[in-house]
C-alpha cells in the first residue's frame, strides 16, 4: 500500500515523520543551495504493492555515517569507555566503516553461490540508517551484545545466540543498545553489501574500534551514492 506523506511548502517532512521511520529515499544532486540538508532526485525501488516515495532529510537527523575513504572528516573524541569481546579476527582483511570495526570471514567471491559473512564489531549507540536492500536478504547473528531491530515498521530486541532476518526489499535498520557494544555476524548472499563495505571503508589501522567521528556533508552524499549504485536505498534516518 503506497503512504501519503504531507510536506510544508519548503518540501520538509516534519521530523515526527522521520523519527517514525517514513519509508523514504535520498540521493545526493549537484548544486545543494542547503549545507545542512541533501536534495534527492526521484527514484523508485520496485517492490510490490509499497513504492517508495523519495525527499531529502536534514543531516542533524542523520548522524550515522563514517569516512569515505576518498573523503575528509574531522574526529571527535570518544568519550564512552568501550570494551569490545576480542572474538578469533587474526588474519582476516579488517575495515574501519564508519565507526565501526568489520572482518571479512568470507568473501562473495569465494563461493559460487556468492555467499559472504562478516563480523562486524560496533559501540553503543551505532546504528545505520533505514535502508533497504534490493537484491540481497541481510541476516544477522548477534554474538556479544545486545541490539534493537526496526524491520518493515516492527521492531524486537535481539541478544548473543539469537538470529535476525531483514529480508529483500523490506526498509530496516538497528540499533546497539548494550552498553559495552555488540559484535554480530553478517551473512548475506551476493556481493553487493560486501562491494559497498570495501568501497565506503579504509583498511583498520589496529583491530579495534576506529576514533569515533561526525560526519560531513560530503561523507553523507559519497556514502549514499555508494549503497545506491550497491544495490542499497537510504530511505530514513537511524533509530534514536
Given amino acids: 500500500m503506497t503512504q501519503a506523506i504531507e510536506r510544508g511548502t519548503d518540501g520538509r517532512l516534519a521530523e515526527a515523520d522521520l523519527l517514525a521511520g517514513t519509508r523514504n529515499a535520498s540521493l545526493p544532486q549537484k548544486g545543494v543551495e542547503h549545507p545542512d540538508e541533501i536534495e534527492v532526485e526521484r527514484i523508485q525501488i520496485h517492490r510490490i504493492n509499497s513504492p517508495h516515495t523519495i525527499i531529502r532529510f536534514p543531516l542533524s537527523a542523520c548522524p550515522w555515517l563514517g569516512r569515505h575513504r576518498h573523503s575528509r572528516h574531522r574526529q571527535q573524541k570518544d568519550q564512552t569507555a568501550m570494551t569490545m569481546t ?23 567471491a569465494a563461493g559460487e553461490d556468492g555467499t559472504c559473512v562478516v563480523e562486524h564489531r560496533m559501540p553503543y549507540g551505532d546504528s545505520p540508517p533505514l535502508h533497504v536492500h534490493r537484491r540481497e536478504d541481510e541476516v544477522f547473528h548477534i554474538l556479544d551484545g545486545r541490539l534493537r531491530f526496526q524491520i518493515d515498521g516492527s521492531e524486537r530486541f535481539a541478544e548473543a545466540g539469537e538470529t535476525v532476518i531483514a529480508p529483500k526489499g523490506l526498509p530496516h535498520t538497528y540499533r546497539v543498545e ?19 563495505l570495501r568501497q565506503a571503508s579504509r583498511s583498520a589501522e589496529q583491530p579495534e574500534l576506529p576514533p569515533q567521528m561526525q560526519p560531513t556533508p560530503e561523507i553523507i552524499a559519497a556514502l549514499v551514492q555508494l549503497c545506491a549504485e550497491n544495490g542499497i536505498d537510504i530511505v530514513g534516518p537511524p533509530l534514536g
Avoid: C, Q, Y
Fill in 86 to 108: 576480542p572474538g578469533t579476527i587474526t588474519g582476516k582483511e579488517l575495515f574501519w566503516f564508519n565507526n565501526t570495526l568489520v572482518a571479512i570471514h568470507v568473501s562473495s
Fill in 178 to 196: 548494550s552498553r559495552e557494544g555488540a559484535r554480530t555476524l553478517t551473512i548475506t548472499r551476493g556481493s553487493d553489501f560486501e562491494t559497498m
